[in-house]
């Protein structure tokens, strides 16, 4: 019996050091970006692994270092919403392009609500909105996903404060104050 008991505890040591915790809907890549990487089109896109996306922060943050300005999309389109990407990009260093195709943006910031899976009864948390960062592509309206972001909680949250707890999220993570 001891040694079961042993084997367990363990397993439970093992798995609590493969375990990295990180938001609903984001599963952090932990190793770099390939060496080499010449240009920021060569470096990993976000991959979708059942209902998450799996997405490189230190590739994150190399595009964001090399990056200048971003194009603003929130669905639906109001003034919290675009308020709140405004201030992130701000936060970020960036400048918002007029998303014109003479200059169009370097990256393109998209908050969107998901879609609820059905019903939610009782007390618990779903999720409520997700934040993409797109790489801009030539001639597409976006390009190469690098991170995705998803918040969740109270389901009766008024749509402002989802907006405005995703960007708190999202700037605690990549250590922005």
Partial sequence: MRLSSRASSLF???LATVVCIAPAGVVFAQDPPP???????????????????????????????A??????????ANHASDAALASLAKSLGKTISAGSEASPADLTLRLT??????????????????????????????????????Y??????????????LTRQFKSHMGIK
């Avoid at 609500?113 to 960062?133: H, K, Q, R, Y």
């Avoid at 597409?140 to 996903?145: D, F, H, I, R």
């Fill in 12 to 14: 439970l040591i093992l």
């Fill in 35 to 65: 060496s080499g990487t010449s240009s920021l089109s060569d470096l990993p896109a976000c991959t979708l692994q059942g209902r998450s996306y799996i997405c490189s922060k230190p590739a994150l943050g190399q595009v964001l270092a």
């Fill in 67 to 76: 990056t200048r300005t971003v194009a603003i999309v929130s669905q639906p």
């Fill in 113 to 150: 609500p998901v879609e609820p899976a059905g019903v939610s009864v009782g007390a618990g948390t779903v999720d409520l909105a997700m934040l993409n960062i797109f790489l801009s592509a030539p001639g597409k309206p976006t390009g190469k996903l690098v991170w995705s972001e998803t």
């Fill in 152 to 165: 969740n909680g109270d389901p009766d949250m008024p749509w402002p404060a989802v907006v405005h707890a």
